[in-house]
């Protein structure tokens, strides 16, 4: 048996290529410091290790980190525009649907050349 939740659910959005850019510093410096640290020996095998380590944790970091707080209210739900008829029953009568509509400003006056 599935239960079924009635709260939407909310879609975690990533970021895969901010945490490899992310990464590439982060695995730069670790190389750096474990270089002068004398942790790690000075060979391309070693350094390239640790630099593509850093990369790969900058890169599952965007993925399996927490997720940033939304910095505002979440979008309100689009009304369709005043003059969209879809979801709504037709009418038949031609009077209501060629009617102007209220927020329609009236015509201008006519003004003929011998009036002047």
Partial sequence: MSSTSSAPETV??????RGILWGIPFGLGLAIVLLVTKVIPLTPGWVLGVFVGGVVIGALWSILGPAKSPKGPPPAAQSPPPGDTTGTPETTDP??????????????????????
């Fill in 12 to 17: 975690k959005q990533t970021h895969l290529l």
């Fill in 95 to 116: 009077a209501v649907v060629d009617a102007p509509s209220s927020e329609m400003p009236p015509p201008p006056p006519d003004v003929s050349a011998g009036d002047a």
